[in-house]
């Protein structure tokens, strides 16, 4: 009995282990999407678009504003946000780097979604 618990232990342990590793070369995008007068934006559409790829991952804003997508690839990427009420925003050129979370703050402008607002030259992404 006590040899079964502690295979069973060895292999959960395995498992664990295999899957941080797994994960040891991907980067994170986390932050907070604003409105014109500084208020957070719940409910937002986030979406990390790999320009080498085309692989697109999605979050959505909590009640907060914030947004955190998890899992990407070393790359270059354009960030898009859309909410009813405002201009869909895209931030291109944001760098994600293996194992390091970057901040991408956004603020949204107001205006229709079919409107669309794109920035090329921002300033760095903050680690």
Do not use: C, H
């Not at 998890?70 to 895209?90: A, H, M, N, R, S």
């Amino acid at each position: 009995m006590l040899l079964r618990y502690a295979s069973l232990i060895l292999v959960l342990a395995a498992v664990s282990v295999g899957s941080l590793f797994g994960q040891a070369g991907r980067g994170t995008l986390r932050g907070t999407i604003l409105d014109p007068s500084g208020a957070v934006v719940a409910g937002a559409r986030v979406s990390a678009v790999n320009e080498a790829t085309g692989v697109r991952s999605l979050s959505t804003t909590t009640t907060v504003g914030s947004y955190n997508i998890p899992d990407l690839l070393p790359g270059t990427y354009i960030v898009e946000v859309e909410q009813q009420g405002f201009k869909k925003l895209l931030r291109q050129n944001v760098r994600v780097n293996a194992s390091v979370i970057s901040a991408v703050d956004l603020t949204l402008e107001l205006g229709a979604t079919t409107e669309t607002v794109t920035v090329t030259a921002a300033p760095p992404v903050l680690e």
